[in-house]
């Protein structure tokens, strides 16, 4: 649903969705409080300045507030192994387990520097442009372009307008979907013979995605608390 509103002649909207950009910006602002930090967010969400916001009537404002944390609480949506953005298509790494050396040294960079100030680079990472997408047997198979730092900046500065909840599937589907992945592939393995460059791979992983979680828990929750 999409509000509405009016100050002085000039029209502004509250969005549907929030952009990565604007989850980024939020989230940076962790020192203000009440109304002070609601009022951030409505300028953030609508581009309105805060000394025009301040002019909304209380009750009216109350509405926005409500409106604009139900939307910073909204769940994440499905996970998507591929998606359509700005008339391009993008695909996950397929398979978690085969991520490469840059992946993986890139992923841990951005990831220990700040999940939430990186989160449009980590997305840019763990999406990249969908080489093919087809049904095999009933099951969907993809691949994607191979992960290279020449369009990185590029595709990460775009993602920077992305759905937020987006990123937030993909992220939990890395979290828990990956670490279940690696430690089934680490039993599995156990069972076989596992070489020690394997089994330091599969422990590299598993600390990365456990460090996500790590950071990405305490971002905190909500934005009128």
């Known amino acids: 649903m999409k509000v509405e509103f009016n100050i002085e002649g000039v029209d502004y909207v509250l969005p549907e969705k929030m952009t990565i950009s604007q989850y980024q910006n939020i989230q940076s602002k962790q020192d203000i409080m009440g109304v002070d930090k609601s009022l951030f967010i409505l300028s953030t ?3 309105c ?23 910073f ?15 391009k298509n993008y695909g996950f790494i397929p398979n978690l387990n085969e991520i490469s050396l840059g992946e993986y040294i890139d992923l841990d960079h951005f990831i220990t520097d700040g999940s939430i100030k990186n989160l449009h680079k980590i997305i840019a990472i763990l999406y990249r442009p969908l080489k093919f997408g087809q049904k095999v ?3 969907y198979k993809w691949d994607i372009e191979e992960y290279t730092t020449d369009d990185f900046e590029d595709r990460a500065n775009l993602f920077k307008e992305l ?4 990123a937030f599937s993909a992220s939990s589907f890395f979290l828990h979907t990956g670490l279940h992945s690696i430690r089934v592939m680490k039993d599995s393995l156990m069972e076989e013979e596992m070489t ?3 089994m330091e791979k599969m422990n590299q992983l598993e600390l990365l995605v456990k460090k996500m979680d790590l950071h990405l828990m305490n971002t905190g929750d909500g934005i009128l608390s």
Do not use: C, P, W
Not at 163 to 166: D, I, L, S
């Open 45 to 47: 969400l609508t581009g």
């Open 49 to 71: 300045n805060i000394s025009m916001l301040r002019r909304v009537k209380t009750e009216h404002a109350a509405r926005l507030f409500k409106y604009a944390d139900l939307l």
């Open 73 to 87: 609480r909204e769940e994440s949506t499905k996970f998507q192994q591929t998606f359509e953005f700005q008339g």
């Open 137 to 139: 047997l009933g099951t």
């Open 163 to 166: 759905e937020v909840e987006k």
């Open 196 to 198: 020690m460059e394997m």
